[in-house]
């Protein structure tokens, strides 16, 4: 059973206005959540996780995600978009503290247009 | 810092051929994980190296596929007999002991068979 579901393969926005990738996961207990990043022809990058604590976590280039527990979502968002934040965008879980491997969403991909 | 370096970054060989991958983690990573990247079935985990412990193979899709890490640093995966369905992006990623959560990856290697 797929743990992480990503439920727009696209989003496109224009460049100021808010962004939102949605993602959804399916594992019970306290999952372990992040969020990574893929520019083209780069590696994955590191953007946030929620571990526990503040539902609200923020991390690199000014993206933040919110931990919803009772809509199991972990939706990635940044207040004002950038072309530059056009890319492949990941939600991945760790199923428990003993469960050192991710599983990963299909990825969405953002297109910020200027 | 140096980040996970992969080599080769592309690599074309024909069906029935063995291939080599090579990951250079973070030094003093502790941990080093294999994913592949294809079409159609996203980014799904291969195996897991944690310090001088057996390693984590549950995610290899066959015997064709092994791995092995060195001196707990340098890891190379090899696919022996290569098909044209192994074809994908090849990522490797690491992470510290203390730090588990983050895992940073490599740019991965693109595989193609032909």
Same mark, same amino acid.
């Given at each position: ?5 990503? /439920?727009?393969?696209?989003? *496109? ?5 808010? +962004? &939102? ?9 306290? /999952? ?7 520019? /083209? ?6 953007? +946030? ?5 503040? *539902? ?22 940044? /207040? ?7 890319? +492949? ?19 969405? &991909? ?5 | 810092? #140096?980040?996970?370096? !992969? ?13 080599? %991958? ?8 502790t ?9 159609? !079935?996203?980014?799904? @985990? %291969?195996?897991? @190296?944690q310090g001088n412990s ?5 995610? %290899?899709?066959?015997?064709? @596929?092994? #791995? ?19 074809? #994908?992006?090849? %990522?490797? #990623? ?8 983050? !895992? ?11």
């Amino acid at each position: 059973a797929q743990s992480v579901a990503q /439920p727009e393969d696209q989003v *496109n926005v224009a460049e100021g206005n808010p +962004l &939102t990738v949605k993602c959804t996961y399916s594992v019970s207990g306290n /999952p372990y959540l992040f969020w990574y990043v893929q520019y /083209p022809n780069r590696g994955l990058q590191f953007l +946030l996780k929620y571990i526990t604590g503040d *539902n609200l976590v923020k991390g690199s280039y000014g993206f933040e995600a919110e931990f919803n527990k009772s809509q199991t979502s972990f939706h990635l968002k940044k /207040p004002s978009a950038l072309v530059s934040d056009s890319a +492949l965008y990941f939600c991945a879980v760790r199923r428990s503290s003993n469960d050192y491997k991710l599983s990963f969403g299909a990825g969405t &991909t953002v297109t910020v247009r200027a | 810092g #140096a980040g996970v370096s !992969q080599s080769p970054s592309n690599k074309v060989t024909e069906k029935g051929k063995d291939v080599e %991958l090579r990951c250079d983690p973070i030094s003093g990573h502790t941990a080093l994980y294999w994913y592949r990247q294809s079409l159609g !079935q996203g980014l799904e @985990f %291969l195996i897991y @190296f944690q310090g001088n412990s057996a390693p984590d193979k549950s995610g %290899l899709p066959s015997d064709r @596929f092994s #791995a092995e890490r060195t001196g707990g640093s340098v890891s190379t995966l090899t696919i022996q007999r290569t098909q044209q369905e192994d074809s #994908a992006v090849y %990522l490797c #990623a690491s992470s510290n002991y203390r730090e588990v959560h983050e !895992q940073y990856f490599g740019p991965g290697t693109r595989l193609t068979v032909t």
